[in-house]
């Protein structure tokens, strides 16, 4: 059963940890992260783009999987499933899809828009008990096709999208998707503290995770980042291993090429990178 990701927030802003959320690509992915979760004792989100929800076949298939896993696998930490970077269509159908948590993406809006949307997701969120991300200032590199350079947000906007209501603010700090350039001027501290002075306790969210150096990560949480998004790195590790798997020859011992023994190092290195993770965010032994 699905929880909404607002109570495991609080608690991460007052404990002063984060809670990661690990995207899910596949059965594998999410099995591994759910099993990760429970073997470290850690609240965890599972995120979903839109673009990792077409490839499952859509929000139903994923919500029904991951929730028949967590009975399967007799979970026992709390788990939200969340949609990330969401088109305001893409929010409805995982609302109907019953996702406990979802993300409005609406920074490609002018802020007055972006605020009429939100709001009117606010109101139905907080009718059917989910939580509900904002984000302001566009994140660098590219998400589903939306290529941004990693700005910084305007701090009396996100003041204004966080007086709305919602659960978790996401405001560019000079973070990216995907991997960080050589010339990469690290996280903008300034942004980030300016944000959160005028928001105060609302979580934040740091999109971008992977290629952060750990001292940052560990002084954004600091100043209230309570949220950490994963998924290039849980990427990158599975396709190593894999591939040291097939250049070793492995597929061709035996029944090496059947996909169960073809995926299963891949799957183990995202475990153990997910629970890397976990560590660096403080949230182990916290479910």
Request: hydrophobic share 40%.
């Amino acid at each position: 059963m699905f929880v909404s990701a607002e109570e495991m927030l609080k608690k991460a802003v007052a404990g002063k940890y984060a809670v990661g959320q690990f995207n899910i690509n596949n059965l594998e992915w999410t099995k591994e992260i759910l099993l990760a979760a429970e073997e470290a004792k850690s609240p965890v989100i599972l995120g979903v783009s839109e673009g990792a929800g077409k490839y499952m076949t859509g929000f139903k298939t994923v919500a029904a999987m991951a929730s028949a896993m967590i009975d399967e696998l007799g979970i026992t930490v709390p788990v939200a499933i969340h949609l990330d970077h969401g088109t305001y269509e893409g929010c409805f159908k995982c609302i109907e899809a019953g996702f406990s948590s979802i993300m409005f993406d609406g920074s490609k809006y002018p802020i007055e828009e972006n605020v009429e949307k939100t709001k009117e997701l606010v109101r139905i969120c907080k009718e059917k008990g989910m939580s509900l991300e904002a984000e302001v200032g566009s994140i660098g590199g590219e998400e589903d096709g939306v290529v941004g350079a990693g700005e910084c947000a305007d701090p009396n906007e996100c003041k204004m999208i966080a007086d709305l209501g919602v659960d978790m603010l996401a405001a560019g700090i000079g973070n990216i998707h995907g991997k960080y350039p050589a010339n990469w001027k690290g996280l903008s501290f300034e942004t980030l503290d300016a944000v959160q002075q005028l928001t105060g306790d609302l979580p934040l969210v740091l999109h971008g995770g992977t290629g952060i150096p750990d001292d940052m990560i560990k002084k954004a949480i600091s100043l209230g980042v309570a949220k950490i998004n994963v998924n290039t790195e849980c990427q990158l590790v599975f396709a190593e291993a894999t591939r040291q798997y097939i250049e070793a020859g492995k597929d061709l011992e035996g029944k090496g090429y059947d996909p169960r023994k073809l995926l299963k190092p891949g799957a183990e290195a995202i475990r153990a990178k997910v629970i890397e993770k976990m560590e660096l965010f403080g949230s182990v032994g916290k479910a």
